[in-house]
């Protein structure tokens, strides 16, 4: 209880107690008018009594309406936050998968070199045999037309002899 209260509740229960004596005492000397003057002091008294209760009650509903409010309020934040964090994960999800499947492209695209690199290195083999089969053929063939071309010679040689 404040300071202001308890002093409203002193004032409150001087003025009935004020209001009574009035009234005992204009009951006591018979008259009306101050026994009148008592029982309007005690119901004033009633009333600050009844208009600070009200009052209060009122400022206690106000407060808890404040509660209710900023309850509401903080439940929203929370659910604000609770969706920004999930959005959050969302995102760091979608970045793991993002490197996961860049990882992935990688691999392949190094195994697709691999493989590129082994073919290249496959067909410069079969080219360079086929380059030594050809020179090897090449001087087969130069050596069958030599020679050929040494017996075409005798053959011209012995036909001039005979001839």
């Known amino acids: 209880m404040s300071d202001a209260t308890f002093l409203q509740a002193g004032r409150e229960a001087v003025g009935r107690f004020a209001g009574r004596l009035k009234e005992l005492a204009g009951s006591a000397l018979r008259d009306d008018r101050l026994k009148a003057e008592g029982r309007l002091r005690r119901q004033q008294a009633d009333a600050e009594h009844e208009a600070r209760r009200l009052e209060a009650d009122a400022e206690q509903r106000q407060a808890e309406a404040e509660v209710r409010e900023r309850s509401a309020q903080l439940t929203a934040e929370r659910a604000e936050l609770q969706a920004e964090l999930e959005n959050e994960r969302d995102r760091e999800r ?23 690199r082994r073919r290249e290195a496959e067909l410069r083999q079969a ?37």
């Open 94 to 116: 979608v970045a793991a998968e993002e490197a996961r499947q860049e990882a992935a492209v990688e691999r392949q695209t190094a195994e697709q070199q691999a493989e590129l």
């Open 127 to 163: 080219t360079a045999k086929a380059e030594r089969e050809a020179v090897v053929e090449h001087a087969r063939d130069e050596a069958k037309a030599a020679r050929e071309e040494a017996a075409a010679e005798a053959l011209k040689r012995d036909a001039r002899s005979l001839g």
